[in-house]
């Protein structure tokens, strides 16, 4: 199976062979958005365009695998920036009418939970599944991950990643945020500042999140400090706001276990790969009986073997490949598994 991602900067070309990784190629146009602190899309399509072939060879290459031994194309169809989906599903399409395979349009969040099988096996179903990238943070109940996603709640303003982006421009650390907030927060304490837990009263919603709250009390706390020349603790400040982040996204998952009598919870998304929260989610899940899995760091983010995995699991299950006329979502909704 070959897979292709393309619905943000990241042009990632997988192979699999049922659930074996063979190959994962990546090519990323980050550096050309730094500037602009957010991904350009008009950048991330040309970027696509001109990483697609390239990529492609060099995914076969790694694999030891020839072109003409594919046997079926999969493709991110959505959610995701229009432009650079269109580019990974025309790519794919061609691939898929050259070689006369199979095409599977396949739902970029449903693959992100779908990656974790190449580590740790088939999933465990129903599991509870817990979402968390830089556009989506959601609780899903997955009775079964080819055709079944149930959302049980999600943020009803920032994401989870978007938050970490958010703050590290508040605090002057590099785009996309996530990976540098990890890594200064090693230095700090997470019980610095107090920062809010959004969505945790008692008449809150179980499974919905909200992040915008928390990002606007960082930017003031930051704003206070400076007004008053009290130098800011870049470590305290991304330890306690990464804390608040990851105490409500770990509480809320180990809930909706417990309430749903679920025993298998899989964290998927870029924001997967934050250290604390991998840490705090064992840690929790271990106290409640929970049997955790947690894709490695590097297939957290976007990458083309998520696709290809999510696509070996739709021949698995016998699902129809999508018609020769598949097109990009950009708000697919994550109960379509495959267009
Ligand atoms: P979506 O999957 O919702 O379409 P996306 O594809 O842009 O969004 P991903 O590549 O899955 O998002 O994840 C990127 C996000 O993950 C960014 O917001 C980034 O800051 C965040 N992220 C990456 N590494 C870490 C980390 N170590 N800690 C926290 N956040 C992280
Ligand atoms: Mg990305
Ligand atoms: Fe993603």
Sequence with gaps: MLGFETSCDETGIGLVRGRTLLSDALATSMAEHERFGGVVPEIASRAHLEAMVPTVHRALADA???????????????????????????????????????????????????????EHGRLAEPSIAMLVSG??????LVPDLAQDVQPLGQTIDDAAGEAFDKVARVLDLPFPGGPPIDREALAGDPRAIAFPRGLTGPRDAAYDFSFSGLKTAVARWVEAQQRDGVAVSVPDV??????????????????????????????????????RLRAVAQERCDAAGIVLRVPSRRLCTDNGAMVAALGSRLVEAGVAPSSPDLGADSSLPITVVSA
């Excluded at 556009?135 to 899903?140: E, K, N, Q, R, V």
């Design 64 to 118: 030891g695998v020839a072109l003409t031994d594919v046997d079926a194309v999969a493709v991110t169809s959505g959610p995701g920036l229009t432009g650079a989906l269109l580019v990974g599903v025309a790519a794919a399409k061609a691939y898929a009418l050259a070689l006369g395979v199979p095409l599977y349009g396949v739902n970029h969040l449903a693959a992100h939970v779908a990656v974790d099988e190449l």
């Design 135 to 140: 556009g989506h943070s959601s609780i899903l």
């Design 238 to 275: 991304a330890a306690s706001f990464q804390e608040a982040v990851v105490d409500v996204l770990t509480a809320k998952a180990v809930r909706a276990c417990r309430d749903h009598g679920v025993d298998h919870l899989v964290i998927g998304g870029g924001v997967a790969a934050n250290s």
